[in-house]
């Protein structure tokens, strides 16, 4: 394969290019900082979630669910006794979500049983319910981790000496943990938020538009001037496969792109001291996705306009709209619903949801898979159209 | 020069949305040879040229490549054969010699091969002292050059050529015409296409004459000229062709063709020279507003014009 020939020529070439360097790298870390500094505690004000609490519990447990809800900074927690009263409450759209802690939590914690916590909530204010739930699913599974503990101490006995004895427990215990015995789905914990700085919000928020306009913009401008200069023609008439031409161009792309992403995002690590979270494979898993459907998007831009000017203006347009309504510059859940639904057909939505899964709720792996399964299913969608319609003669 | 066919074209047809590009072409090209594709642009000779480099697939025909059918053994052939694309296919922020090192590398050279190769045609292209410059900074006939070197990086056994000397100074297009004529008499077999009339009548061994998407005629320079006979051209230049003026000049004796075209008409007659006074005087009094007028021994325009009825144009 001669793919990462044509990969490393593209690669030269921008870094012979003082003006990309300039737009991929400095420009948005220089962008970052001015929005970042000049709004700083302007989305901290913004997002205040509203919750209600209803505790049938009292016990141990679920009192300090309740403080470990009132710790977080962006929730507005109150307690209401009664539960018809709270479900009332939230029909009226006095509160946007309630959680209910059922009778008998902490006991059924305690010997081992399976429990349930609800949330009930408002439908018209999904990424507030969004955020609330994970946080709720994140306590939810670490609790989970007691249960079956308690569960597979009771049904083994402890302690274990021999091999074939440890095997036997983590075999009982792991059937104790599917479904997960306190009503969760996530497969992490999510058991300390980090502060919600601007930073937050504007470093990925502008990496990610500026990746875009690295990978949708540069990049199918890139593959239009190969076909104009008559340099693609060339590569065809070269004793190349197809996919070796098309495997190049979109390697060059996709490195380009998660270079800078993986850079502006450490930028504002050491920068701004932005919390990354505890999961990096997670981390390169999102921005590998993010990268890999922004590089199909440039692809299909490509072979859906004819010349490299009509490339660059299709891609400034979708790059501008797609972060705008996405939530590169405010966060989304500012918006309203009908914006928020639209934001999630494109890139930037997904991205944004991806990167506050990590960097403000910590929820590794298991909170970004929804994300990473969209973002990948939109990159075989661009790809699969752009190469069944890309044009080598 | 001839030691076996190399290349077979049969029977050729390429349709593009109803238009015929290419119609029934057949001819056959020998090991050594250098032909020229000549014809007008549009007439046909890159996409006939394309099809043989596996760049379009043909709507019918066959053709071979040194015993390589272009529909079954397309990578073989695109090892053996060198391309020189009309545009500047290259990268102009990157050096003549990171260009010529890129493609070797797609064309699976390496190492000191590479290293020593990029150096022979560095030589002969003439450009060892600018090798480490960007090629945004050369001269378009430079670029040309470099341009060609890189279709003969893998020193392929046949090379295609469109519009080689299209855009170029004197001095680049002397070079490339000796380069292609080195190239021919080291035994490389040499297509290319041009509507450039010195092209074909400097370096071509055998001529052929495309328009319309036919093959009207493909002999050598002295066969394809006996067939316009004793014929001469005269080119007038004038402000205001009249209708009648046309009709007035086709009634002299020993006029064969007349044809006129955004204030140039072009007459084909026998015995020229004799008949020029003639001929201006009739113009006159027909209310041509002669601006001058030029007499052509007979060449490949005679040629063209005799065969198609219109004229060789860039």
């Given at each position: 394969?001669?793919?990462?020939?044509i990969?490393?020529?593209?690669l030269?070439i921008?870094?012979?290019?003082?003006?990309?360097?300039?737009?991929?790298?400095?420009?948005?870390?220089?962008?970052?900082?001015v929005?970042?500094?000049?709004l700083?505690?302007?989305?901290?004000?913004?997002?205040r979630?509203?919750?209600l609490?209803?505790d049938?519990?009292?016990?141990d447990?679920?009192r300090?669910?309740?403080?470990f809800?009132?710790?977080?900074?962006?929730l507005?927690?109150?307690?209401?006794s009664?539960?018809?009263?709270?479900r009332d409450?939230?029909?009226n759209?006095?509160?946007?979500?309630?959680?209910?802690?059922p009778?008998?939590?902490?006991?059924?914690?305690m010997?081992?049983?399976?429990?349930e916590l609800?949330?009930?909530?408002?439908?018209?204010?999904?990424?507030?319910?969004t955020i609330?739930?994970?946080?709720?699913?994140?306590y939810?599974?670490r609790?989970?981790?007691?249960?079956?503990?308690?569960?597979?101490?009771?049904?083994?006995?402890?302690p274990?000496?021999?091999?074939?004895?440890?095997?036997?427990?983590?075999?009982?215990a792991?059937q104790?943990?599917?479904p997960?015995?306190?009503?969760v789905?996530?497969?992490?914990?999510?058991?300390?938020?980090g502060?919600?700085?601007?930073?937050?919000?504007?470093?990925?928020?502008?990496?990610?538009?500026?990746?875009?306009?690295?990978?949708?913009?540069?990049g199918?401008?890139?593959?239009?001037?190969e076909?104009?200069?008559g340099?693609?023609?060339r590569?065809?008439i070269?004793?190349l496969?197809?996919a070796?031409?098309?495997?190049?161009?979109?390697?060059?792309?996709f490195?380009r792109g998660?270079?800078q992403l993986?850079?502006?995002?450490?930028?504002?690590?050491?920068?701004?001291?932005?919390?990354?979270?505890s999961?990096?494979?997670a981390m390169?898993?999102l921005?590998s996705?993010?990268?890999?459907?922004?590089?199909g998007?440039?692809?299909l831009v490509?072979?859906?306009?004819?010349?490299?000017?009509?490339?660059?203006?299709?891609?400034?347009?979708?790059?501008?709209?797609m972060?705008?309504?996405g939530?590169?510059?405010?966060?989304?859940?500012?918006e309203?619903?009908?914006?928020?639904?639209?934001?999630?057909?494109?890139i930037?939505?997904?991205?944004?949801?991806?990167f506050?899964d990590?960097?403000y709720?910590d929820?590794?792996?298991?909170?970004?898979?929804?994300?990473v399964g969209?973002?990948?299913?939109?990159?075989?969608?661009?790809?699969?159209?752009?190469?069944?319609?890309?044009r080598?003669? | 020069?001839?030691?076996g066919t190399?290349?077979t074209?049969?029977?050729?047809?390429?349709?593009?949305?109803?238009?015929?590009a290419?119609?029934?072409?057949?001819?056959?090209i020998?090991?050594?040879?250098?032909?020229?594709?000549?014809?007008?642009?549009g007439a046909?000779?890159s996409?006939?040229?394309?099809?043989?480099?596996c760049l379009?697939?043909?709507?019918?025909?066959?053709?071979?490549?040194?015993?390589?059918d272009i529909?079954?053994n397309a990578?073989?052939i695109?090892?053996?054969i060198?391309?020189?694309?009309q545009?500047?296919?290259?990268?102009?922020?990157l050096t003549?010699?990171?260009?010529?090192?890129?493609?070797?590398?797609?064309?699976?050279?390496?190492?000191?091969?590479?290293?020593?190769?990029?150096?022979?045609l560095?030589?002969?292209?003439?450009?060892t002292d600018?090798?480490?410059?960007?090629?945004?900074?050369?001269?378009?006939?430079?670029?040309?050059?470099?341009?060609?070197?890189v279709?003969?990086?893998?020193?392929p056994?046949?090379?295609?050529?469109?519009?080689?000397?299209t855009?170029?100074?004197?001095?680049?297009?002397?070079?490339i015409?000796?380069?292609?004529?080195?190239?021919?008499?080291?035994?490389?077999?040499v297509?290319?296409?041009?509507?450039?009339?010195?092209?074909?009548?400097?370096?071509?061994?055998r001529?052929?004459?495309?328009?319309?998407?036919?093959?009207?005629?493909?002999?050598?320079?002295?066969g394809?000229l006996?067939?316009v006979?004793?014929s001469d051209?005269?080119?007038?230049?004038?402000?205001?062709?009249?209708p009648?003026?046309v009709?007035?000049?086709?009634?002299?004796d020993?006029?064969q063709?007349?044809?006129?075209d955004?204030?140039?008409?072009?007459?084909?007659l026998?015995?020229?020279?004799?008949?020029?006074?003639g001929?201006i005087d009739?113009?006159?009094?027909?209310g041509?507003?002669?601006?001058?007028?030029q007499?052509?021994e007979?060449?490949?325009?005679?040629?063209?014009?005799?065969?198609?009825?219109?004229?060789?144009r860039?």
């Open positions: 394969m001669k793919f990462h020939i990969a490393e020529k593209d030269k921008v870094t012979r290019d003082r003006n990309a360097i300039f737009l991929m790298f400095l420009l948005p870390m220089l962008i970052i900082s929005a970042g500094l000049a700083g505690g302007e989305f901290a004000q913004d997002i979630i509203d919750l609490v209803v049938l519990d009292n016990g447990i679920s300090e669910f309740i403080e809800l009132e710790d977080i900074d962006i507005d927690v109150d307690m209401e009664n539960e018809f009263a709270a409450r939230v029909k759209q006095e509160y946007g979500r309630l959680v209910i802690i009778r008998d939590f902490t006991g059924n914690i010997i081992g049983q399976n429990s609800l949330i009930v909530s408002d439908p018209t204010e999904e990424s507030q319910n609330v739930e994970k946080i709720v699913e994140g939810a599974s609790l989970s981790t007691n249960v079956v503990a308690v569960k597979t101490v009771a049904t083994y006995g402890v274990a000496f021999d091999d074939e004895q440890k095997f036997r427990i983590v075999e009982v792991s104790f943990a599917e997960q015995p306190v009503g789905t996530t497969e992490t914990t999510s058991t300390t938020l502060e919600f700085s601007p930073f937050t919000q504007y470093v990925p928020g502008f990496a990610v538009m500026f990746l875009l306009f690295t990978t949708v913009q540069v199918s401008v890139s593959l239009l001037k076909q104009e200069s340099t693609l023609r590569l065809v070269a004793p496969r197809r070796e031409i098309i495997g190049g161009k979109v390697a060059s792309t490195f998660f270079i993986t850079v502006l995002i450490l930028f504002g690590k050491f920068a701004f001291d932005l919390n990354l979270g999961d990096m494979i390169v898993v921005i996705a993010i990268t890999l459907a922004a590089t998007l440039g692809m490509a072979v859906l306009v004819t010349t490299k000017d009509q490339a660059d203006s299709v891609s400034s347009l979708l790059v501008l709209t972060s705008a309504i939530g590169s510059w405010w966060p989304l859940f500012i309203p619903q009908f914006m928020q639904d639209l934001a999630h057909l494109t930037t939505a997904w991205a944004m949801d991806g506050y990590l960097l709720f929820l590794g792996m298991g909170g970004i898979l929804k994300e969209v973002l990948l299913s939109m990159a075989i969608v661009f790809f699969g159209v752009a190469i069944s319609r890309f080598f003669e | 020069m001839s030691d190399i290349i074209v049969e029977n050729l047809k390429k349709k593009y949305n109803g238009f015929m290419v119609d029934d072409v057949s001819f056959a020998e090991r050594g040879e250098i032909i020229g594709l000549l014809g007008p642009n046909g000779k996409t006939i040229i394309s099809i043989m480099c379009l697939e043909p709507s019918s025909g066959r053709v071979t490549i040194d015993g390589f529909k079954k990578i073989d695109k090892k053996i060198g391309v020189v694309p545009e500047i296919s290259l990268y102009p922020t003549a010699r990171e260009n010529l090192t890129f493609y070797g590398r797609i064309y699976g050279l390496s190492g000191k091969g590479l290293k020593d190769r990029i150096g022979t560095l030589d002969m292209v003439g450009l600018r090798a480490d410059h960007k090629l945004e900074g050369y001269s378009g006939g430079m670029k040309r050059r470099i341009n060609i070197a279709a003969l990086l893998h020193d056994r046949i090379l295609f050529l469109d519009e080689p000397s855009g170029v100074d004197p001095q680049s297009r002397k070079r015409y000796d380069t292609i004529e080195n190239l021919n008499r080291e035994g490389m077999t297509l290319l296409t041009t509507h450039q009339m010195e092209d074909a009548e400097k370096l071509c061994h001529i052929a004459i495309v328009d319309k998407g036919k093959l009207i005629a493909l002999d050598t320079l002295d394809l006996k067939q006979g004793e051209i005269i080119h007038v230049a004038a402000k205001e062709i009249p009648g003026s009709e007035a000049i086709r009634q002299i020993n006029v063709k007349v044809s006129t955004n204030g140039m008409m072009t007459i084909q026998l015995h020229g020279r004799g008949l020029l006074a001929i009739t113009l006159i009094s027909s041509t507003k002669v601006e001058s007028v007499i052509k007979p060449d490949l325009e005679t040629l063209f014009l005799h065969l198609t009825g219109t004229r060789l860039g």
